[in-house]
């Protein structure tokens, strides 16, 4: 059986779902854009927040959905740098909501052996904001499992502006230490090295549900070889079922990080054997 842990909860749409996913071709990691809280609760005539309240049962299905399918990262862009425009009252939601899950979620994140992460500029973010994300990092610091790194007050150039100053304060250091500036080399990896997201795979998989063909401002060095689904279902709609749909669509990609496809390349091989 392939997916046992799964396959027991599971209602018969999504066992049908499960049939046809490979485990070996799954994503290691999944970053999710979770769009449309607002649009939901306005096409049922709700406050916007009541949108954002049903988009966290979205939220906890899907991570716990990846964690049983053994995915290695899963990243939720939860608050952007420019969410602070909207309202005061509709922020302070969105904090209260945060810190709710927080609460009542980390028992089932610890049973799943979940390792909390955030990312983006968490200092200034309200202090009790800033209490609660601590300590659930740190009681969940020794979970092995998959790391669910939660986007919080981030942006990606942010996240670029804030690599180029850690990499320029490191070269400073080793002037003043060694006078060893001349060695001193910057390339992919010391980017990499220096992003929020250090020490996670890039996202193979970038899911945005309801329907807008934007990256905002989200991973940008890392989607650079990202595949991309964007479904026109709101967050608070998105299930299980939706997610695994996305997989499927995935696993039937062709991956080519610019090279050529395989059976392009098949017959370029062929073609040049054939010219001897
Ligand atoms: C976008 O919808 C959604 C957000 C800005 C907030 C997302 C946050 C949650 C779902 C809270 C749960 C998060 C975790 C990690 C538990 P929108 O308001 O931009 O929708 P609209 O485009 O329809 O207006």
Not at 164 to 186: D, H, M, S, T
Not at 196 to 224: C, K
Not at 254 to 267: D, M
Request: charged share 30%.
């Amino acid at each position: 059986m392939k997916f046992p842990d799964l396959l027991r909860t599971a209602n018969r749409e999504e066992a049908s779902l499960l049939e046809q996913l490979d485990p070996r071709r799954l994503p290691r990691h999944i970053a999710i854009i979770m769009d449309g809280n607002g649009r939901w609760a306005e096409r049922r005539h709700l406050p916007r927040v009541a949108g954002h309240r049903a988009g966290v049962k979205s939220a906890r299905e899907v991570i716990e959905t990846c964690a049983r399918l053994k995915i290695q990262a899963l990243t939720l862009y939860a608050f952007s740098l420019e969410n602070w425009r909207r309202p005061k009252a509709e922020i302070d939601f969105l904090m209260r909501l945060l810190r709710d899950y927080l609460r009542k979620e980390l028992p089932v994140i610890h049973r799943n052996n979940i390792r909390l992460l955030v990312i983006g500029r968490p200092e200034q973010l309200p202090a009790e904001v800033q209490r609660d994300v601590a300590r659930a990092m740190q009681q969940t610091a020794e979970n092995t499992g998959m790391k669910l790194a939660v986007a919080l007050n981030y942006g990606g150039r942010a996240e670029l502006v804030d690599a180029f100053k850690a990499i320029l304060e490191r070269y400073k250091k080793q002037v003043q230490g060694n006078g060893a500036g001349p060695g001193f080399r910057v390339d992919e990896e010391t980017i990499a090295e220096h992003l929020y997201t250090a020490g996670l795979p890039d996202p193979d998989l970038l899911i945005r549900t309801s329907g807008e063909m934007r990256v905002s401002n989200f991973l940008l060095w890392q989607i650079a070889y990202a595949e991309i689904y964007v479904t026109e279902t709101l967050w608070p709609d998105f299930t299980r079922a939706h997610l695994l749909e996305a997989l499927i669509d995935f696993e039937k990609r062709e991956r080519r990080y610019g090279g050529l496809s395989r059976r392009e390349a098949e017959k370029s091989a062929a073609a040049r054997g054939g010219r001897g």
